[in-house]
């Protein structure tokens, strides 16, 4: 097994000693929980089915499945370049999590992960427009196995799909990224669609970083109707922010029979259409503040017609004067009078909640950059700018891949204890978790930290209800 290296003996207390010893140790036992996860969802298979690769089979060394897990599980472990794929080749929990081979064969000599070379190959493949069509299918499919896995098999009745954007910082010049003055800083701009009711994040397309909110939204936005109406719910509804509701994104989504909320900019028509509202009633404000709600019909100049528009008005503590903004909808009042459209309409958070969790806890980095030359002997072509603009669109699809991944296991948590998990708790508390790997019998046992125990435990019996199954 070889020798004991010692390191060195802390000057603090000369009892302590630190060595370095030949045996399986980790600090990432909760790849066996994400390789679970992905195994009962089932998606890296439906994954190699729909992906192509170019690759000759008779110099492959990974399986395309294998280095899909790899980068997935590097993702979620917190591993955010793809430089750490080097320092953690040897490590026993993410060798056998990756592999698609059985019994103790992960661990033999020479099956380590992948080099960070490779992963950049793969990138490369998963960037041709079929991978990357398929790539973005699978995160829906996803989010469908997982929310059918939970509800006996069956579409959800309702489902509000939330469309934003949000900014990506990059360093560097990146192709397609550009300095945005409202953020201060160098951003690609995608486009994302969540939705709030169950957390998951469904798609995405990156956009340069200075385009306006709403450029390609109507149809990122249908294309993502069609797939919910398809896999996901019975009806589907859209709720987006002030930068969206233009004359054509309006009359696109009214043409195809789809709801939607908004919020809209205030201008000097609709001020002057609020001014009538915004005194506070004589006597006395009451201790809890108060709303006011007022229909109005309202055509900006670009709009074929004119729509309903709501007059939200908010009385604050302490403050003298009434706030106010406006919502536009298609829903009728009797459906949705204005009290419940806020109501709807503040769901909204939740949806930014769980982008502000993919962006703080997977923080995606997107840094391909373009190489003017090939790797002769392994046939590894020219990267050029409009190449590294669609490795970056691959990188932050395999990130909300990565982010589905987790959200499902940590919905199982949360069902298995019956509080609220954020992401970063549970990748802190379930996945970075320490163990021994030991090898005999046959068998592979892993000895993890006894604080950890109660969590995988209730984890792992709330996980054996759920494995997806087609039909």
């Known amino acids: 097994m070889g020798e004991t290296l010692p390191l060195f003996t802390a000057s603090f207390n000369r009892a302590v000693q630190v060595e370095s010893r030949p045996e399986h140790l980790t600090g990432e036992a909760g ?80 099956q380590v992960l992948a080099s960070q070379p490779t992963l950049s190959r793969l990138i490369e493949n998963l960037s041709t427009d079929h991978n990357r069509a398929a790539l973005r299918a699978a995160i829906t499919e996803t989010a469908m196995r997982r929310i059918r896995m939970t509800n006996k ?76 109406r398809n896999q996901l719910a019975q009806r589907v509804m859209v709720r987006f922010d002030a930068g969206f509701p233009d004359g054509k994104t309006l009359a696109g989504l009214e043409a195809r029979g789809v709801d939607y909320m908004a919020r809209i900019r205030n201008n000097a028509v609709l001020d002057a259409m609020a001014e009538p509202h915004l005194k506070r009633p004589p006597g006395r404000p009451p201790e809890k503040p108060r709303m006011w709600f007022h229909e109005y019909r309202y055509q900006a100049e670009p709009w074929d017609r004119a729509r309903r528009v709501v007059l939200v008005v908010l009385e604050q503590p302490d403050d003298l004067f009434l706030h106010h903004f406006w919502l536009i909808t298609n829903l009728t009042p009797g459906n949705c009078d204005g009290e419940q459209l806020l109501a709807l309409y503040r769901q909204r958070g939740k949806a930014e909640a769980h982008m502000g ?70 990748r802190e508390r379930v996945l970075r978790v320490a163990a021994r790997v030991v090898t005999g019998s046959r068998r592979l046992t892993y000895v993890i930290a006894w604080s950890a125990a109660g969590d995988w435990s209730r984890f792992w019996r709330k996980l054996q209800r759920y494995r997806w199954s087609p039909g």
């Open 357 to 426: 969790e993919l962006m703080d806890v997977l923080n995606p980095a997107l840094s391909a950059s373009p190489r003017p030359w090939h790797y002769a002997d392994t046939f590894q072509p020219a990267l050029t700018e409009a190449g590294v603009y669609r490795n970056n669109e691959t990188l932050f699809l395999l990130h909300l891949l990565a982010y589905e991944v987790l959200h499902a296991g940590r919905a199982i948590m949360e069902r298995a204890t019956g509080q609220g998990w954020s992401l970063r708790r549970f």
């Open 153 to 228: 098999g069956r579409k959800r009745k309702t489902l509000t799909l939330d469309v934003d954007s949000l900014p990506v910082e990059v360093h560097g010049h990146q192709d397609g990224s550009e300095w945005n003055k409202y953020y201060g800083r160098r951003i690609y701009h995608p486009l994302v669609a969540s939705c709030a009711e169950t957390g998951d994040l469904l798609d995405a397309v990156l956009r340069p970083g200075n385009v306006g909110t709403a450029v390609g939204g109507l149809d990122f936005i249908l294309e993502q109707v069609d797939r919910c």
């Open 31 to 110: 790849g066996l929980i994400q390789r679970e996860l992905m195994d009962r969802l089932g998606i890296i298979d439906w994954l190699s089915e729909h992906l192509d690769d170019p690759r000759d089979a008779r110099r492959v060394t990974y399986p395309l499945a294998d280095l899909i897990r790899t980068h997935l599980l590097l993702l979620g472990q917190g591993w955010r370049d793809q430089d750490d794929a080097d320092r953690l080749r040897d490590d026993p929990s993410l060798r056998v999590a990756r592999s698609s081979c059985r019994g103790q064969t992960p661990l033999a000599e020479g």
